[in-house]
């Protein structure tokens, strides 16, 4: 795990997500050189406005459909590494193969085709997700007196995502079918690289990424803003009580491009448990001039659930996880400010 001895590039693919910038500027602080996908010229600049200093660490390759292999091809010339982000993320489609499951797996196997074509690319990280780990079908999901690690599968099939009216049934198979594909790839083609993947549940934290308002925020930073900025009236069910923070999430991605026990390894990485009200105490407590806006709390522990086996990950990485008070007090500081900047920006 130790850092690069001289400015190795890492190509990252979904560098301007909430996920993708705090992993490009961990990689930046950590002495690499970044080659990043962009779909436009515009994003490239206004994540260079948001972070002049890094900049110039930064080359913007402008990608507008990742599965165009040629031009992934073309763009890994000269790349030592690969961290691959993108991936299909949104509720509202109406086509679950072509919106969702066809391009979650073509965009995964066309990075790892075109990185094999560079033998230069020892390693390759994918950001996967806990609900490739995740088994929706049991007990609605919580499944209590289960542990899950990161040898469980979600096992639902490509037919029955393809058929099934539930979004995130969907797009849960997405992310273990894009997941399996790129072990599989490697596999069979034994490419220069090593793989490895991380599979996180909820990511809280402070948005990083560019252009960050309330009003279009990611998704799991948008359920902390529901909740605590006093639209949510009653709080709701906590239907995935585990989270990691993003930084955690992207030291280690960064991480795992040099350590040698990551090679070809799956990690499931969870920070804690939490539930719904938890975050509203903390926010009441550590924001005290916040209180009025926040909803009741009705319940003191979340609901019975399955239980979670990171050792894996604490042992490879030797991490201490960022809990859950400091992710939300960072995380609300930003909003906050966020939402003071705008009322003034309108008076």
């Known amino acids: 795990m130790s850092p690069p001895t001289s400015r190795a590039v890492v190509f990252v693919t979904g560098g301007n997500g909430f996920v993708g910038a705090a992993t490009v500027l961990e990689l930046i602080k950590r002495d690499y050189t970044v080659k990043a996908t962009m779909r436009s010229q515009a994003k490239a600049e206004?994540?260079?406005?948001?972070?002049?200093?890094?900049?110039?660490?930064i080359e913007w390759v402008i990608i507008p459909d990742l599965t165009n292999e040629d031009a992934m091809t073309a763009a890994m010339t000269n790349v030592d590494y690969l961290i691959h982000m993108a991936s299909p993320f949104h509720f509202t489609f109406t086509d679950n193969v072509n919106e969702v499951l066809r391009p979650a797996k073509d965009m995964t196997l066309v990075a790892l085709k075109a990185a094999a074509k560079h033998p230069r690319i020892k390693r390759v990280v994918i950001t996967s997700s806990f609900v490739a780990i995740w088994d929706l079908m049991q007990d609605n999901g919580l499944w209590p007196g289960k542990t899950y690690t990161s040898d469980d599968w979600n096992p639902a099939t490509w037919d029955q995502a393809a058929s099934s009216t539930n979004p995130l049934f969907v797009y849960s198979a997405?992310?273990?079918?894009?997941?399996?594909?790129?072990y599989d790839?490697?596999?069979?083609?034994?490419p220069d690289f090593a793989l490895t993947t991380f599979c996180p549940p909820i990511i809280y934290g402070p948005?990083?990424?560019?252009?960050v308002t309330t009003s279009n925020l990611n998704t799991s930073t948008y359920v902390v803003w529901e909740l605590l900025s006093g639209q949510a009236k009653e709080i709701p069910d906590t239907t995935l009580p585990i989270f990691i923070d993003v930084r955690d999430l992207a030291y280690l991605q960064v991480s795992a491009l040099t350590n040698e026990?990551?090679?070809?390894?799956?990690?499931?990485?969870?920070?804690?448990?939490?539930?719904?009200?938890?975050?509203?105490?903390?926010?009441?407590?550590?924001?005290?001039d916040q209180a009025f806006r926040l909803p009741p709390t009705v319940r003191t522990k979340a609901p019975s659930h399955f239980d979670f086996d990171v050792t894996k990950?604490?042992?490879?990485?030797?991490?201490k996880w960022i809990p859950l008070r400091q992710s939300i007090v960072d995380t609300m500081k930003v909003?906050?400010?966020?939402?003071?900047e705008e009322k003034a920006g309108k008076a």
């Open 46 to 57: 206004a994540f260079n406005k948001q972070y002049p200093a890094q900049s110039s660490s």
């Open 174 to 182: 997405s992310k273990s079918i894009a997941e399996k594909a790129a």
């Open 185 to 190: 790839f490697v596999e069979h083609e034994k």
């Open 207 to 211: 948005p990083l990424q560019p252009e």
């Open 261 to 288: 026990k990551a090679k070809n390894q799956r990690y499931f990485v969870v920070s804690d448990h939490w539930y719904m009200e938890q975050l509203v105490d903390i926010v009441r407590e550590e924001f005290p």
């Open 313 to 319: 990950a604490e042992r490879d990485f030797d991490i």
């Open 335 to 340: 909003l906050y400010e966020k939402e003071r």
